[in-house]
């Protein structure tokens, strides 16, 4: 199965041409700039209108306008993951969003806490501690992320949010892919990560 990993295009989509051949892409998160309904929306049908057999997205940071949102009408093989999970051709994907009211309440560490056991590929918007999230000296990571995905040991961490740590890389048996492809000034657009489970 291949799977093209994107992140943060933050309102860019659009701009997005030519994309390599997968069976699944999966955005995970900060798909808007601004937060605003218009943005979302715009972002679910150009994600509907593309030509992959199943289509991930979960929320970031900039996405706050899907807070609480109950999300509708979207075509049968585009799929909304917050907090929760979808199996595909026998790959259990698990994502968790990246919004601010849970990251300043308890609720990120409870949605962490929840994440299963038994899942193959984590989505997350925010990386692991010490893992492609090193920016302006400062590890930007999650501890407990960290701590989760070395108990679980899911084949594959698909996450963004650190735009100068795009890329992949395995460590501990797992590939993590950081898949923001927005650079630092939202100027340019980096390839989508590829990668096969």
Not at 18 to 28: F, N, R
Not at 106 to 125: A, G
Not at 136 to 149: F, H, Q, S
Not at 161 to 189: C, P, Q, W
Request: aromatic share 10%.
């Amino acid at each position: 199965m291949k799977i093209l990993h994107i992140s943060d295009t933050h309102g860019h989509h659009r701009r997005l041409r030519e994309l390599p051949d997968a069976d699944i892409i999966v955005h995970s998160g900060d798909f808007t700039m601004g937060g605003t309904e218009s943005e979302a929306i715009d972002f679910m049908n150009w994600l509907c209108d593309l030509p992959y057999a199943h289509k991930i997205f979960i929320c970031g940071n900039h996405d706050d306008c899907l807070y609480g949102a109950n999300i509708s009408g979207l075509d049968q093989n585009v799929y909304y993951l917050c907090n929760s999970g979808i199996e595909i051709d026998g790959v259990k994907f698990y994502g968790v969003p990246m919004f601010m009211g849970d990251c300043v309440t308890y609720r990120q560490e409870r949605n962490i806490k929840r994440i299963p056991s038994d899942i193959d590929v984590l989505i997350t918007h925010a990386p692991a501690y010490g893992v492609l999230d090193f920016d302006d000296n400062i590890n930007y990571g999650d501890e407990l992320l960290l701590t989760k995905i070395l108990e679980i040991q899911p084949q594959l961490h698909l996450f963004g949010h650190i735009h100068a740590r795009h890329g992949i890389v395995k460590e501990h048996d797992i590939t993590f892919s950081n898949g923001a492809i927005m650079n630092f000034d939202y100027s340019n657009l980096s390839l989508p990560n590829l990668l096969t489970i």
